[in-house]
């Protein structure tokens, strides 16, 4: 009897720790996306390239790969992606959106928050394969990598063309935008950022390891305060953009 319940709690403990790594994880990653959105993108959009299958593969890959390693749980990647999303719904909220030809253009925030799901999904499709091939293989993490990239890009461009209607404005067909520079880029920053993952994980694995065994209340605490400090900082961004 006292088994079953101290199994019971195990496993409660467990689903809570994963829950609440999946809000930080998510949170931080909608925080980067905020700040390189308003500071970083306006530099691609002058050349005519779009930050958005970009940006993911660099955080994504990096914050998804973390999760993956500590929890193995493929299946909230996409959980993880939906959060960072959200972060960029807040637009609606903050920020009145540009009117081109009488008509909203809901880009800016639709297709940050679209490129964010679909890489999650892409990337927990493969890791829910593969998960026991990718650990200790660096060459299928590259392979992974370049690949989930390669195909998210494309699988976004589709997307916001013809289901939600928000193509980049930078182009006039989906081949325009995933050749010659937004998928290869994104095949070339996911061989790198993916793996890289997997490493920042090894060297965090002891301490958060102890966070979440030892120091629990500390866990939860400072998590509550990393992912109230994303969302207050990425509502201040938006204010004084």
Request: glycine letters at 6%.
């Amino acid at each position: 009897m006292n088994t079953i319940k101290i199994s019971r709690l195990t496993e409660s403990t467990k689903i809570g720790n994963m829950l609440v790594g999946m809000l930080v994880i998510g949170s931080i990653w909608g925080l980067l996306d905020a700040i390189t959105v308003i500071y970083i993108s306006p530099l691609f959009h002058m050349r005519k390239l779009c930050l958005c299958p970009l940006s993911v593969v660099v955080y994504g890959f990096t914050l998804m790969s973390i999760a993956l390693v500590i929890y193995r749980k493929p299946l909230m990647l996409i959980g993880i992606g939906i959060i960072a999303a959200s972060f960029k719904l807040l637009d609606f909220i903050f920020i009145p959106l540009p009117v081109i030809n009488n008509h909203i253009n809901y880009q800016p925030v639709v297709n940050p928050a679209l490129a964010a799901i679909t890489v999650a999904i892409i990337y927990a499709l493969f890791s829910g394969i593969l998960l026991n091939k990718l650990e200790n293989n660096k060459f299928m993490l590259i392979l992974i990598g370049t690949v989930s990239g390669f195909i998210n890009t494309i699988a976004f461009t589709y997307i916001a063309f013809y289901v939600v209607q928000t193509p980049p404005l930078i182009v006039e067909s989906p081949l325009q935008f995933i050749f010659p520079f937004h998928a290869p880029m994104s095949a070339l920053l996911g061989a790198f950022f993916l793996p890289f993952g997997f490493w920042l994980e090894s060297r965090l694995h002891n301490k958060i390891s102890i966070l979440q065994t030892k120091k629990v209340s500390l866990y939860y605490i400072g998590s509550g305060a990393i992912v109230t400090f994303s969302l207050l900082a990425c509502i201040i961004i938006l204010i004084t953009r």
